[in-house]
């Protein structure tokens, strides 16, 4: 099939002819194998080899256990309502801890963002309290607070206030300054220009917070939960390694990552909605 | 009976001299200066109810701090300056806000019970009675503009200001602008500041043009002209000749001139052409 001819008078042309597409191309396309099945095989051929390694003793469960047991010890949590207890116990202290990181971040920020005595007050002890990493707290928070709930709340707020309170502090300040001008030849009140204006325009990035804080709120339990606790799978995964259980570790590993795709799932959905203008979503 | 605006608290002026019909717009010797730079110096300035003044002046000549200053988003040093309270602003780049429909952008600020039927009625007149409910990612540039037309003209201004309103548009939208603003203004009889670079432009639209070099007006001509007014018109050459003088440009020679305006006009068809296409584009997927 020659698709580029060049002949003596075509000289100084480039000639593109192609022959029509005959009914026999299209049947031979009939038959090929979709492109997700393809690029199926290579993680079950690893997952076989795995499973392969595991049976022969090549890798023993002490290493990692078999996919077999996993899926084994995945269903027997599932069926027993345990790995659905510990989710239940991790998620509350999630929530508890993002609820209110947000929204002193949120405050923090609507207060230096809107007002430069704000900025003033405000600003420089929240750069420096963010710098503090928050493992860094632990030993100290045990002192002052115990090793109870509060702890564990405490570290999560901690991590969860500064990414919002960054992102939207930033999203205030960078709005667009000729809209706020606009705003102001059309005669809109303070409050009103705050309403209409510095709010929608810097929810995106208050939205890039709450992704990272949701991020840390999960992140923070891994070792919140070692902690002094009996439920929640950061204890999950640290019980399991006292007891060289691979199979826990790994379902918990699985659980972080699930999650993971959960969360990013539903910051889609509330951006969908919340920023329904912006042109990546607007349909004509 | 505009309420009186007052920018500068040390000059109170009563509008005693003109009862019959104040002009909307009084400024007398006024001064605005940046550092040692005086921006505007000395500017005495009328205009009179419907009146439509162009102004003219090259880059640094005053005339975007002047229309600021008019539109209260500049204060001045010192001087007098009156101007009416209801007032509208349109600037080069619309400045609707991105997460507000249209409609919505055009009421934005109005404090009235049927504002929805408001707003239909003021994007019906610039032709946009379809765009009601579309978001400004979706409108091109040419409706975008209408918008922001529509969201100053809703407002029932005395004084409408322009500042560039049509230079980011392509040629063609440009002249459909031209007549559009001609009409809105024939039928609300605001007057109207608008601010160009385009002399060709500014002969096409206003009663009067005015030249601002070093922050004063360095000359201003009436033009006399029957509308509606095209380039080809008897005498539209020669003010044009005369305020491309004003401003420091040799007239070029009449052919070359056309030539360049021509090429300058097919490109900004083609361009046109293209984003029309693009937008039939967008709108099939």
Request: aromatic share 6%; charged share 20%; proline share 5%.
């Given at each position: 099939?020659?698709?580029?001819?060049?002949?003596?008078?075509?000289?100084?042309?480039?000639?593109?002819?192609?022959?029509?597409?005959?009914?026999?191309?299209?049947?031979?396309?009939?038959?090929?194998?979709?492109?997700?099945?393809?690029?199926?095989?290579?993680?079950?051929?690893?997952?076989?080899?795995?499973?392969?390694?595991?049976?022969?003793?090549?890798?023993?469960?002490?290493?990692?256990?078999?996919?077999?047991?996993?899926?084994?010890?995945?269903?027997?949590?599932?069926?027993?309502?345990?790995?659905?207890?510990?989710?239940?116990?991790?998620?509350?202290?999630?929530?508890?801890?993002?609820?209110?990181?947000?929204?002193?971040?949120?405050?923090?920020?609507?207060?230096?963002?809107?007002?430069?005595?704000?900025?003033?007050?405000?600003?420089?002890?929240?750069?420096?309290?963010?710098?503090?990493?928050?493992?860094?707290?632990?030993?100290?928070?045990?002192?002052?607070?115990?090793?109870?709930?509060?702890?564990?709340?405490?570290?999560?707020?901690?991590?969860?206030?500064?990414?919002?309170?960054?992102?939207?502090?930033?999203?205030?300040?960078?709005?667009?300054?000729?809209?706020?001008?606009?705003?102001?030849?059309?005669?809109?009140?303070?409050?009103?220009?705050?309403?209409?204006?510095?709010?929608?325009?810097?929810?995106?990035?208050?939205?890039?917070?709450?992704?990272?804080?949701?991020?840390?709120?999960?992140?923070?339990?891994?070792?919140?939960?070692?902690?002094?606790?009996?439920?929640?799978?950061?204890?999950?995964?640290?019980?399991?390694?006292?007891?060289?259980?691979?199979?826990?570790?790994?379902?918990?590993?699985?659980?972080?990552?699930?999650?993971?795709?959960?969360?990013?799932?539903?910051?889609?959905?509330?951006?969908?909605?919340?920023?329904?203008?912006?042109?990546?979503?607007?349909?004509? | 009976?505009?309420?009186?605006?007052?920018?500068?608290?040390?000059?109170?002026?009563?509008?005693?001299?003109?009862?019959?019909?104040?002009?909307?717009?009084?400024?007398?010797?006024?001064?605005?200066?940046?550092?040692?730079?005086?921006?505007?110096?000395?500017?005495?300035?009328?205009?009179?109810?419907?009146?439509?003044?162009?102004?003219?002046?090259a880059s640094g000549s005053g005339k975007t701090t002047l229309l600021r200053t008019l539109a209260g988003l500049d204060s001045i040093d010192s001087g007098e300056l009156r101007v009416p309270v209801a007032r509208a602003a349109v600037f080069q780049e619309p400045r609707l806000m991105p997460w507000k429909n249209a409609w919505k952008n055009v009421i934005l600020g109005l404090h009235i019970n049927?504002?929805?039927?408001?707003?239909?009625?003021?994007?019906?007149?610039?032709?946009?009675?379809?765009?009601?409910?579309?978001?400004?990612?979706?409108?091109?540039?040419?409706?975008?503009?209408?918008?922001?037309?529509?969201?100053?003209?809703?407002?029932?201004?005395?004084?409408?200001?322009?500042?560039?309103?049509?230079?980011?548009?392509?040629?063609?939208?440009?002249?459909?602008?031209?007549?559009?603003?001609?009409?809105?203004?024939?039928?609300?009889?605001?007057?109207?500041?608008?601010?160009?670079?385009?002399?060709?432009?500014a002969i096409l639209l206003a009663d009067r043009v005015i030249v601002l070099a070093n922050g004063r007006i360095a000359d201003e001509i009436r033009i006399e002209l029957p509308r509606q007014r095209d380039s080809g018109q008897a005498g539209f050459q020669a003010v044009r000749s005369r305020l491309l003088g004003l401003l420091g440009v040799k007239a070029p020679e009449p052919a070359q001139a056309a030539s360049q305006h021509e090429t300058?006009?097919?490109?900004?068809?083609?361009?046109?052409?293209?984003?029309?296409?693009?937008?039939?584009?967008?709108?099939?997927?």
């Amino acid at each position: 099939m020659s698709e580029t001819t060049l002949n003596p008078a075509d000289s100084g042309f480039l000639v593109v002819s192609k022959p029509e597409k005959t009914q026999a191309l299209h049947q031979a396309r009939r038959w090929e194998v979709p492109g997700f099945v393809l690029r199926l095989l290579s993680p079950l051929a690893l997952l076989l080899l795995w499973e392969l390694a595991s049976q022969t003793g090549l890798l023993p469960s002490r290493v990692i256990a078999a996919p077999s047991q996993i899926g084994g010890t995945l269903w027997s949590m599932i069926a027993s309502g345990e790995l659905a207890r510990h989710l239940w116990v991790s998620l509350q202290r999630a929530l508890l801890g993002l609820s209110i990181g947000v929204s002193i971040g949120v405050v923090a920020a609507l207060v230096t963002g809107l007002s430069k005595r704000g900025e003033i007050a405000l600003d420089s002890p929240m750069q420096m309290l963010r710098t503090i990493p928050s493992l860094a707290l632990v030993p100290l928070f045990i002192l002052w607070f115990g090793i109870g709930e509060f702890t564990k709340v405490a570290l999560i707020v901690m991590g969860t206030t500064f990414p919002v309170y960054l992102n939207l502090f930033s999203g205030i300040r960078n709005i667009d300054p000729k809209l706020i001008e606009a705003a102001n030849t059309l005669g809109l009140s303070r409050r009103e220009l705050i309403w209409h204006v510095i709010l929608p325009g810097s929810l995106p990035s208050f939205f890039v917070g709450l992704r990272y804080s949701l991020g840390i709120s999960w992140l923070a339990l891994v070792f919140v939960e070692q902690i002094n606790t009996t439920a929640g799978i950061g204890y999950l995964a640290s019980d399991a390694r006292d007891f060289m259980r691979t199979d826990v570790i790994v379902i918990c590993l699985l659980i972080y990552s699930v999650l993971g795709l959960v969360i990013d799932g539903i910051i889609r959905t509330l951006e969908r909605y919340a920023l329904a203008w912006r042109p990546t979503f607007v349909r004509n | 009976m505009a309420a009186l605006d007052l920018l500068n608290t040390h000059s109170i002026v009563q509008s005693s001299a003109e009862k019959a019909a104040p002009a909307p717009v009084q400024l007398r010797n006024v001064v605005r200066q940046f550092g040692q730079q005086r921006v505007i110096d000395g500017l005495d300035l009328d205009i009179a109810p419907g009146e439509f003044v162009a102004l003219l002046g090259a880059s640094g000549s005053g005339k975007t701090t002047l229309l600021r200053t008019l539109a209260g988003l500049d204060s001045i040093d010192s001087g007098e300056l009156r101007v009416p309270v209801a007032r509208a602003a349109v600037f080069q780049e619309p400045r609707l806000m991105p997460w507000k429909n249209a409609w919505k952008n055009v009421i934005l600020g109005l404090h009235i019970n049927d504002a929805k039927a408001r707003a239909e009625a003021a994007l019906t007149e610039v032709g946009l009675a379809h765009r009601v409910n579309a978001f400004p990612a979706t409108l091109s540039g040419g409706e975008a503009q209408r918008v922001a037309l529509a969201r100053g003209l809703v407002r029932e201004p005395k004084l409408l200001l322009l500042d560039e309103p049509f230079a980011a548009l392509d040629a063609l939208t440009r002249i459909r602008m031209h007549q559009l603003i001609i009409d809105l203004w024939r039928k609300h009889t605001p007057a109207v500041l608008l601010v160009t670079h385009d002399v060709d432009e500014a002969i096409l639209l206003a009663d009067r043009v005015i030249v601002l070099a070093n922050g004063r007006i360095a000359d201003e001509i009436r033009i006399e002209l029957p509308r509606q007014r095209d380039s080809g018109q008897a005498g539209f050459q020669a003010v044009r000749s005369r305020l491309l003088g004003l401003l420091g440009v040799k007239a070029p020679e009449p052919a070359q001139a056309a030539s360049q305006h021509e090429t300058a006009q097919e490109k900004a068809a083609q361009d046109s052409t293209l984003s029309e296409l693009r937008r039939v584009a967008n709108a099939r997927r």
